[in-house]
């Protein structure tokens, strides 16, 4: 198995994320660009970057390859972990994939402009994370870390 990397900031599942690496034993990377309590689990590497826009993105996407697992909502980030044959998840459970990465840029590009567009600045933030997202997302990783040892002993 190879490992999994979590887009920190931001991220609200960096626990649960914890406790599956360390059942299944992999290498866990949690990357941000400062702000994080460090965890003492000998399994989890906190990356700390340089300030900088998409610094702890550009990290993970140089590093991220087949059989690993990538944690982010940063579309993409998410582009550029697909193409390099990482799986990809949201912190809500949500996969991006060669099937739909196309079409989550695209929307991201159009919402973009929209907002860009709103003269008044009255574009609502987005919804709470919920138990059920956090249950959703802890499914979603098992499946992932499952499916990445799998491809691994097929290769």
């Given at each position: 198995m190879g490992a999994l990397y979590i887009d920190a900031d931001a991220c609200p599942v960096k626990a649960e994320a914890e406790r599956v690496a360390s059942?299944?034993?992999?290498?866990?990377?949690?990357?941000?660009?400062?702000?994080?309590?460090?965890?003492?689990?000998?399994?989890?590497?906190?990356?700390?970057?340089?300030e900088g826009p998409d610094v702890a993105d550009m990290w993970i996407a140089d590093r991220c390859k087949a059989g690993d697992v990538v944690v982010t909502a940063d579309i993409p980030l998410a582009a550029k972990c697909v193409a390099a044959g990482a799986?990809?998840?949201?912190?809500?459970?949500?996969?991006?994939?060669?099937?739909?990465?196309g079409q989550q840029l695209a929307m991201r590009d159009l919402m973009a402009d929209l907002r860009a567009a709103n003269p008044l600045g009255t574009a609502g933030g987005g919804k709470d994370?919920?138990?059920?997202?956090r249950s959703r997302f802890l499914n979603a990783l098992e499946r992932e870390i499952r499916a990445a040892a799998r491809s691994q002993q097929g290769s």
């Open positions: 059942r299944h034993r992999i290498r866990m990377y949690v990357v941000s660009n400062g702000g994080l309590r460090p965890s003492a689990n000998p399994l989890v590497e906190t990356v700390i970057v340089p799986r990809v998840i949201r912190h809500n459970g949500e996969a991006f994939t060669e099937a739909n990465i994370f919920t138990k059920s997202d």
